[in-house]
């Protein structure tokens, strides 16, 4: 673990934070897909650091875009600027990079997090990409105005307060119909969101990758805590050959 | 440096160990960190691969974390051609935690690694024994000394019996080192449990009790049992600091391992030992 | 309001009780915080009065307490003339916890308190039994049956026997269940110990660990006597909210005590109590 | 417990901080020697609420002086103006207020904390009062100048960096063979300075109320867990029949 400056913290919804660390090290290393690990507490309660995704970096600086959920991130969000957390990583495979053709992000909720440095790397490699994000209603969607200027966007909201109304995995059932299709396919999301996206992925023949999340200790394939059922039988250990992995290696109806 | 540490025939470089189970092999840690302990425990190793229990595998709780693994190991075969050559290389002595279903499975374990240049064995007696019912080892003294002297005509260098924290404890103990074990590692993990109510209905989650919250109760163990047997204790439970095995060692343990404090940071063996260092030139 | 509870042939306005040991004898607190209880039950009391044991009694661990207090109580003739009365007078039902030396020293508090109005007691085996040579009650599965079949002929009551963690747990339980325990209080602390390194020599303190480490293990205790005992299970094991009360109520316990939560805060029980409410409702 | 408000915190010495908390119900309660105790963290580690004196009252404030030393005191000293601690209080017996004749106070290091309220009270009462105050150095003199305004003080010092070279209760005992002696001695400092200060009270006849400290748990007389040795046998709670208690009363030396 390493101490990582807090440069700045803000509520950027109620309930979900962005922040930014100094963490020179890790910044220079990351790749799109990956996670850190940050305790942001004295004490053994929580035991465990959290795990994280990358949700930005530049130069030496990176981002998280998180939601409050127990007491670890609500620690987390206490914590002002000038103040250290304890940072390791980055773990994980990255996202992958398609040699030819385009990619679909297709983002849930806070799983929007990890695609905005994923996006700016499709961007710098000139790999065309198309933006997928739903969310339960338009204020549960993070940091919109960024996302625009990243690259063509289309919404779902669930009540239709924004963009198409219904879930992301009908509106990108919509568009597979009307578009080219794309060549690859990278969704982050709640388990039932991941399950769906890779059923559609099988069904037109579109390889998907589905960043997962399963509870984790180590983070970097110690303890063999974090898997999730192989398809062909087994485990993989989400921190390890994840947290994307493709649709077809996974049991999907496992995933929750 | 901290001094070396003898536990019977075996010499340790200092008295820190890697805990089974939480280190992997060792694949994902840098060179630097494995290379600087005094001893290496493997992960459980049983004759065949395990696949190991569905998720979860893990739940948190206040200081403690629960795991149920399920002893997921690649099999002797694999372990002796593929992994071990590269541990063995790493420098520290390598002290491979086995386990079976039966005392025969412990037997072949033992004959099969006997020519492999590891330092010795850990033995896991928290296992169900299938001939006894599925009842765990450590349930049973006599099973247990049956155990531990079959052994020792198979395997003549040294082993520790891991012992698990509950049960009839001291009566196993006393028993293992009564049939010949070298040393006793204390203890395993505590049979515990986690409920989530967040969902629907409860999930529950059954599995071994490791960190922070249990070093009170293994510290006693290790107390209690350092004053009833001669053999040398390893001390294994909740250590996250030089502090934490200082106060182990204050108590009768000859050597510690760190388990969970590793999974929470890999740095954290070199941390206590060098915070180990000041703290004995201190006195 | 939650809903009242029946242990056999005890009824309980609510599943809450105060755990024995921590409340005092609830001189101290505001009748409130005692009157909205499903009960009380007493710091464990012997036939004679105890001075209990010198300092430290208490030490901190990582989410936990450890405490060894030694069972200080004023003994029966005080309790009985001054302080009963008054605790009859709150309102709950009062439980009182006792403990002795020997099975004669259980019957003689049972008859002793037989005409007081109390709602039962709570048979605290946690003690050591003199006349086996110090080992606790606990330990002995015959001993315990034969204790608790005593009891029966001269208390014609409820009566909850008191576990301790450690130990043949199941069979005592199931010997407990036989001889006729109306409830089984699952469980009393652990045994643990601390070591203060920041004096020139360690000083060590032995006692038992109770608060929120400890609560994984005594969930799988409930979790798994439940599975096996017809009578009613109360939980006791670090219960801080009314979370943790609804883990231990979905493993089987038909009530439950806070204990240490209570030294943290005194409000604790009303706050649980309330918070219940509320969880139950959302069902 | 409730919720106070922390009105500001400053180290007012390296390591040593001055904590002012918004706590009406319990500053209007308080008297002098009580003590609350505080929960400055989430989670559980630590598991218990640390006691302190309470240090000075006014309207509905209330000061704290401690000293970092453990976790506890840690995240305390972390604390910023505007959040939450959780207190509760007060606990324990006030210090005496005798009828007549004089009293001295004599602190030891951070023993000074409780004497500052303490000496309010008995100006207000014209109770007369001196104040002797004993610390390893110079720099380890906690508050000087307020200390010095409060009224007559007299500072040893083991060093001898300011005023008397010796241990504070050498200084008493040359001050009690110089001047009239004081109807009452009161003392709060490390448990070697208690038991010579309650020698010292015993030898010249002084009735000498001691503060003591005591790992506490509930600090309200519920746990038994706080106990030191009476001399005529038994124990006494620090936190309900002290902290304060008779030197008499104590077994001198089994104070640690
Ligand atoms: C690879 C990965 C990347 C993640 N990226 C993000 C992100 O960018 N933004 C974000 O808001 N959240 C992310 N999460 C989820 C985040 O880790 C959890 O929300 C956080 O750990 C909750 O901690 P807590 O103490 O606040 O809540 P808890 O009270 O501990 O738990 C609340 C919920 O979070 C889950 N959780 C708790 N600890 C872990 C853990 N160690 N690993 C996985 N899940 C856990 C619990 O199962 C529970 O459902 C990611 C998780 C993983 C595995
Ligand atoms: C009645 C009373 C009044 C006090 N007033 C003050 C004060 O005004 N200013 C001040 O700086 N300190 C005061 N203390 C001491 C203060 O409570 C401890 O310094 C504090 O609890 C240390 O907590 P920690 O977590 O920082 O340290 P820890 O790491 O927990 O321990 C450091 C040291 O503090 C002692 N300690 C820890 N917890 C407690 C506890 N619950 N009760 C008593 N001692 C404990 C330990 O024995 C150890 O020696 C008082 C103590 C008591 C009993
Ligand atoms: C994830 C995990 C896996 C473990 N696997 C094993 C194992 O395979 N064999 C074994 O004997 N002990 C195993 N243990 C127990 C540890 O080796 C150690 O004895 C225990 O966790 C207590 O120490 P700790 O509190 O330092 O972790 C495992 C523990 C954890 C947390
Ligand atoms: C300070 C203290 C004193 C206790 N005294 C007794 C006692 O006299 N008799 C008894 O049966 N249990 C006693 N206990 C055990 C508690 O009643 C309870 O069973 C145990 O602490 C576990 O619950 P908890 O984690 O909620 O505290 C005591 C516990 C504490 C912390
Ligand atoms: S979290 Fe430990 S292996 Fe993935
Ligand atoms: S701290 Fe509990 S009785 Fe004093």
């Given at each position: 673990m390493i101490g990582a400056r807090v440069v700045s913290q803000r509520?950027?919804?109620?309930g979900y934070f962005l922040l930014k660390l100094e963490a020179p090290e890790i910044a220079h290393q990351a790749r799109p897909g990956q996670f850190v690990k940050i305790t942001a507490w004295e004490g053994r309660d929580p035991l465990l650091p959290r795990p994280f995704s990358i949700h930005e970096v530049k130069d030496s600086h990176l981002w998280i875009l998180y939601q409050r959920r127990g007491l670890g991130t609500k620690l987390l969000s206490k914590i002002h600027r000038g103040e250290t957390v304890w940072l390791s990583g980055p773990f994980g495979r990255p996202f992958p990079l398609p040699e030819e053709g385009s990619v679909w992000l297709v983002a849930g909720g806070v799983g929007v997090a990890p695609f905005f440095f994923y996006a700016g790397v499709l961007r710098t490699h000139n790999i065309p990409f198309r933006f997928f994000y739903g969310a339960r209603s338009k204020g549960d969607l993070l940091r919109l105005k960024h996302l625009q200027s990243l690259g063509k966007l289309r919404i779902a909201t669930e009540d239709g307060s924004l963009g198409y109304q219904g879930f992301v995995t009908d509106l990108i059932k919509v568009q597979l119909e009307q578009e080219d299709r794309p060549k690859m396919m990278v969704a982050c999301g709640p388990p039932g969101m991941l399950s769906a996206v890779g059923q559609i992925g099988e069904a037109y023949g579109i390889p998907t990758y589905l960043s997962l999340e399963a509870f984790m200790a180590c983070g970097q394939g110690l303890c063999l805590g974090c898997v999730v059922q192989r398809r062909r039988g087994g485990y993989l250990r989400v921190c390890l050959e994840g947290p994307a992995v493709d649709s077809r290696e996974v049991a999907l109806d496992k995933l929750s | 440096m901290t001094n070396s540490v003898e536990l019977g025939e075996l010499k340790l470089p200092n008295p820190l160990m890697l805990a089974s189970g939480t280190w992997g092999f060792g694949e994902t840690l840098p060179r630097k960190i494995l290379s600087s302990v005094g001893a290496l425990v493997t992960k459980g190793l049983s004759l065949e691969p395990r696949t190991g229990?569905?998720?979860?595998?893990l739940s948190e709780t206040p200081c403690g974390l629960v795991n149920s693994i399920g002893l997921e190991n690649p099999g002797f075969e694999v372990f002796r051609n593929r992994i071990l050559p590269r541990l063995l290389a790493l420098g520290p002595p390598v002290i491979v935690n086995i386990f079976g279903e039966s005392e025969d499975d412990f037997f072949r374990l033992a004959e099969g690694l006997a020519e492999t240049g590891i330092a010795g064995l850990e033995v896991n007696i928290s296992c169900p024994n299938v001939k006894k019912g599925g009842i765990a080892f450590a349930r049973d003294p006599e099973g247990v000394f049956r155990l531990v002297r079959g052994l020792t005509s198979v395997w003549e260098r040294f082993f520790s019996v891991k012992l698990s924290?509950?049960?009839p404890v001291e009566e196993v103990a006393l028993a293992a080192e009564e049939a010949g074990a070298r040393a006793l590692t204390c203890a395993n993990t505590y049979p515990a449990m986690t409920v989530d109510l967040s969902r629907g209905t409860p999930r529950l989650h059954l599995g071994g009790l490791s960190g922070p919250a249990i070093k009170p109760l293994t510290l006693r163990l290790v107390y209690e049992l350092s004053r009833k047997v001669k053999i040398p204790i390893i001390a294994s439970g909740g250590i996250m600091s030089a502090r934490d095995a200082l106060e182990y060692l204050s108590v009768g343990a000859r050597a510690f391992q760190v388990g969970t404090a590793i999974l929470i940071d890999p740095e954290a063996p070199r941390n206590i030992l060098s915070e180990l260092d000041v703290a004995l030139k201190d006195r």
């Open positions: 509520e950027v919804s109620p | 229990n569905p998720p979860p595998r924290p509950v049960g």
